[in-house]
């Protein structure tokens, strides 16, 4: 196995004096990104460079997260439901292939990747044959960056919503445009998905890329009703933004994720109102915001961060002990394992 991380005796400390006695039992992560390097060998070395999550991480083998997964949840039982990393230079039809394959050996359940140009028939017979339970379009595969100006739409037209409906699977939901679950067309367009498409599930990523508490709070506010809707809680560390999706969101709407392998940096965040700033004490382009060594020497994995993040939520809104397993666990499992995609 790559050397994805090294476990430090800080993480080992911060385990046990912050995660180790909540832990759940069982952990579902609903947003692992997994390839082999020939996936992604032909992608140009800047284009890593371009985005400061591919940069952290953008190759993780399906073993290779299962060997993870035993370092750094020694006490819980672990299962994936992971899709290719969507980089539009990517060899994205093998690396489908491989998913298909890891989910008929029982490693994993998949997603498929999904470029808006592909024809419905390839689509189609994918997904059925390969037995795929979903897929993962993304703004990459249009505009080549992750929040561009576009629709969604755009990068999932509506031939392959009906595609997804006609099957009842799943779409993991990236939102495009600067203002993210907050933006008016977004959620407009959202509203029409899901009157349109009511048999695809619809899980929206991170969410609705809402890394800040404001974007989560408007965008709720916007759409009314978030019925009809399941949110992923990848990459989001910001302590407000739980605040808000435990009281304002019913708990079984809410799965979890991690966005593996980009999450196994060390460090933490700082927040504005709308932005975020990415803290670490190892050497990325984008690591501009450096601190004594004495701070620095007290950072630990990036997903360490958030899984507290996420337990002292729980706790600070009383959700309690059975609402900790449906969020880690029981939502993805009926949503993935119970027959509903």
Not at 270 to 286: G, H, K, P, Q, V
Request: proline share 6%; aromatic share 12%.
């Amino acid at each position: 196995m790559q050397p994805y991380f090294t476990l430090t005796e800080q993480d080992k400390r911060f385990y046990r004096q912050y995660l180790q006695s909540r832990m759940p039992p069982r952990l579902y992560d609903i947003h692992v990104h997994l390839n082999l390097p020939e996936h992604v060998s032909m992608v140009p070395a800047g284009r890593w460079l371009s985005d400061w999550a591919m940069e952290c991480g953008h190759l993780l083998p399906v073993d290779d997260a299962i060997a993870c997964s035993k370092e750094l949840f020694p006490d819980s039982q672990y299962f994936i439901n992971g899709f290719p990393m969507p980089v539009v230079e990517a060899d994205l039809r093998e690396n489908n292939r491989y998913l298909a394959r890891e989910q008929r050996g029982n490693k994993i359940t998949a997603f498929m990747c999904i470029m808006p140009d592909w024809d419905d028939e390839e689509i189609e017979k994918t997904l059925i044959e390969e037995g795929f339970l979903g897929v993962k379009p993304y703004p990459d595969m249009v505009s080549g960056m992750k929040g561009a100006d576009i629709g969604i739409f755009d990068f999932m037209p509506p031939n392959q919503w009906a595609l997804v409906n006609k099957h009842r699977k799943a779409v993991m939901l990236h939102l495009p445009r600067k203002e993210r679950f907050s933006a008016d067309r977004n959620v407009e367009e959202l509203h029409e998905i899901r009157q349109t498409y009511p048999d695809a599930t619809i899980i929206i990523a991170h969410f609705g890329r809402s890394f800040c508490p404001y974007y989560l709070e408007e965008g709720l506010r916007k759409l009314g009703s978030a019925d009809g809707f399941y949110f992923d809680t990848s990459g989001v560390l910001n302590p407000a933004v739980y605040d808000i999706a435990f009281t304002q969101l019913d708990p079984e709407q809410i799965l979890f994720g991690t966005d593996m392998p980009i999450f196994l940096f060390h460090g933490r965040r700082e927040w504005t109102d709308r932005a975020y700033i990415n803290l670490s004490s190892e050497d990325f382009s984008w690591n501009t915001n450096r601190r004594s060594s004495e701070e620095e020497s007290e950072y630990t994995l990036a997903i360490f961060e958030q899984l507290r993040t996420i337990l002292d939520a729980i706790d600070r809104n009383g959700l309690g002990r059975e609402m900790k397993e449906y969020i880690f666990f029981r939502n993805a499992e009926q949503l993935l394992q119970g027959g509903t995609v």
